[in-house]
């Protein structure tokens, strides 16, 4: 395998804007959840999420650039500002057509979509507005992205519901593999909105969190997610163009494994046992022995079908294993969306980058009911040289990725 | 010319379904004959509207094809891709049990999903009707498909769904490819599927981007495009996988590129240099200089800026002269712009012109555009050898994708129908 190295990256998260706010929040572990006040939640089923606040995207794009865009994609252009700034990727000296940009996300643009059709509702044909519809399409984040920096090698968005933005972490991995780029900017972003809330209610998936504006929101475990919003872009650069411009890498890409089992839509798979599988083989294939793994990120969400498969997971992948990793549930803090995963990976590799472990939060926790009430352990001393992240999707995906330090 | 080293990826199977054919054998006989399939649509209200039509699938309850327990909760949009699927797994001779689910993969391209269910959803809400039943909204997600295919047919290895738009089930292909030439497995499901919607629908009549007559790519008087929907699905497999099964191939893939114009979100740029960059990357990519290229299945949607823009592309590609040889055709101007699944619908069109040896028509062509003066193969189809052929597809966004398709030795072919 290509050795493949992250060099760059930028957030946009309910835990805070831009890098620093965000890892800050991270290693104090400071919920992001939160009372939405971007929409009328009037009837929803939960009026809290992990909203992003304070994002003003004036700061970092033109007027005439931000103003058609959707929040989505307004949040990954921001994010990919600030992840190629980190990089130091200047593009007059680069080979823009070697360069790609690959997003995930799970809904792209759903207010968009959401505001079109009510105006087709109400009004007909006439209610079809223009500049609407080209942010529906779920490419137009990396489009955009590919627009503001004038990027022109492979540009493509994957929609692989809560693995989005591993899936586009695989491919951008693929394509540094394949010889087809030396760069990508990879990510995912997805925003809240009314008409996505309103079918994630009516699913009955949701957290049944409501509260006023003085009330801090409590979620349940193991009673329905919480969504979530925000973007992650990470510069993932092949390792001889990474070494030739001096960069200074956040870790390495060791493994990227996806497997699937039959899930039927909207539920998991029937067991843990592929999510074992593909943790295993990831493992493998960055030829680690798992008592050298510091930290693990899961997807837990707070849904008890995912949180109790990832219980299972753990205990049976760990058993014997004489350290216990950091278990760190970003989605607890932050909600949950398409685009989390990239969320996910930035964390890992900014504690990678400080010697300082994520705080974790004993592996019971997903296997237990009632209310969050977190205790998360900190080990701030403990450096943190070989992440992992696993990442399960309804209908049956799974994907497992492998961070290891970059040793000069 | 490829290395004997490098692993060969061949198409052992196909499964369409589109207005103008619901199995391939339909298809082909429609495509060949320049059959249209746009008409009416009768799916949602189009009144208002100033184009009424699309290339929408005929079958009157697609759910009849199948077993009710296969299809719950599944969104028009699941049903013509598992209608391809059932079809493609058949034809590339993958039975239950008779293949290793470990190792192969599945790479849809998708457009708007089960968006159809998510707007009849909404539209019983808005009305005050009786509760819709929120199932059908487990649908809604583009990754919907490729799941169920999935689960379905027991795919136990990579799994990805991409949606760039119109290049999405193009750029499947293309992913599909890299993952068997990489080692990662032998066989993969590509392709992709896409059903109508009003917010298509309305959408592209909002940009005034479709042909109030069924649409007429490279015509001077072409007005736009016109919409449609259908699935095609591509079995790729390992060249000597495939032959150790005994299955004959319809074709090669030899290679593809990806770009992107960063340009403008819904026009191309007007040099045409992201177009051309594409087709030049696929053709190096797959090791074949621009004179072994004997068809090209143009993106060609009637709209009168991509028409143009396409045309240019090929002669700065090509040159003049050579351009000027290639006979050049869309598909689009019989199944519609069928978005999500339009690239691996043109892909399976390419295919099939491989291995027919004959190259499909652009029909509704009546008068020459002194703009688009490259032979379009009109409203007839035509014998051509073809040894390699291109299949473009560009979508919103400036994402562009370009596969290369060859002709496989006759011992490994399969035989014209």
Known sequence: MTETLITGIGVISSLGIGREAFWEQCRCARSGIRRITGFDTGGLQSNCAGCVEGFNPAAWLPPMTYRRMSRTSQMAVTASIEAVQDARLDFATLERSRVAVIMGTAYGGSSCIGEFFDGCIDEGPQGAHPFLFPETVPNAAASHIAIYHGITGPNCTLCQHDLSAEAALHYAANLIEQGHIDIALVGGSDELSRALLTCYGALGVLNDITVDATEPPVPRLQAGLVPGEGAAVLILEKSSTARTRGAQPYGILTAAVFAGAAGAPGYYAGSHAIMLQALERAVSQAAIDRSRIDQISVSANFSGALDRREYRLLTDFLKGCPRTPAIHPLKYLMGDFGGAGAVRAAALLLSMRRQERLPGLDVEILNTQGPFLPQWQQDCGAAARVSVMTSTNVGGATACLVFTAFDT | ?417
């Not at chain 2, 299955?247 to 340009?263: M, Q, T």
């Open chain 2, 1 to 417: 010319m490829v290395s004997p080293t490098v692993r060969r990826v061949v198409v052992s199977g196909l499964g369409v379904i589109t207005s103008t054919g619901e199995c391939v054998p339909a298809f082909q006989q429609a495509l060949f004959s320049g059959a249209c399939g746009i008409g009416a649509v009768d799916l949602f209200d189009t009144a208002g509207f100033p184009c009424r039509h699309a290339g929408q699938v005929k079958h009157r309850d697609l759910r009849s094809l199948f077993n009710p327990r296969e299809i719950k909760r599944a969104s028009r949009c699941d049903l013509l891709g598992l209608a391809a699927a059932r079809e493609a797994f058949a034809d590339a001779g993958l039975a239950p049990g008779t293949y290793d689910g470990a190792n192969a993969a599945i790479v849809l391209g998708a457009g708007t999903g089960g968006l159809h269910s998510w707007e009849r959803y909404c539209r019983r809400v808005r009305s005050g009707a009786a509760a819709p039943c929120p199932s059908q909204l487990l649908g809604v997600p583009q990754c919907t498909i490729t799941d169920r295919i999935a689960s379905h047919y027991s795919i136990g290895g990579h799994r990805a769904t991409i949606a760039t738009a119109c290049s999405s089930s193009a750029t499947s292909i293309g992913y599909g490819f890299d993952l068997i030439r990489s080692g990662a497995c032998d066989i993969v499901i590509t392709g992709g599927s896409e059903s109508l919607s009003e917010c298509t629908f309305a959408g592209f009549s909002s940009l005034r981007l479709m042909d109030a007559r069924a649409c007429r790519p490279f015509d001077k008087n072409r007005q736009g495009l016109s919409l449609g929907e259908g699935a095609a699905i591509l079995i790729l497999e390992e060249y000597e996988h495939a032959r150790k099964r005994g299955i004959a191939a319809y074709a090669e893939v030899l290679g593809y590129a990806i770009n992107c114009e960063a340009f403008h979100m819904t026009s191309p740029h007007p040099d045409a240099g992201g177009m051309s960059a594409v087709m030049s990357g696929a053709l190096e990519r797959a090791g074949i200089t621009a004179d072994h290229v004997d068809y090209i299945n143009a993106h060609g949607t009637g709209t009168p800026v991509n028409d143009t823009t396409e045309t240019l592309a090929i002669k700065k590609v090509f040159g003049e002269q050579l351009a000027a040889a290639i006979p050049i055709s869309s598909t689009k101007s019989m199944v519609g712009h069928c978005l999500g699944a339009s690239g691996a619908i043109e892909a399976a069109a390419t295919v099939l012109a491989i291995l027919r040896q004959a190259v499909p028509p652009t029909v509704h062509y009546e008068v020459p555009d002194p703009a688009c003066d490259l032979d379009y193969v009109p409203n007839h189809a035509r014998q051509h050898p073809i040894r390699t052929a291109l299949s473009n597809s560009f979508a919103f966004g400036g994402n562009n994708t370009s596969l290369v398709f060859g002709r496989v030795d006759r011992a490994s072919a399969r035989t014209a129908q």
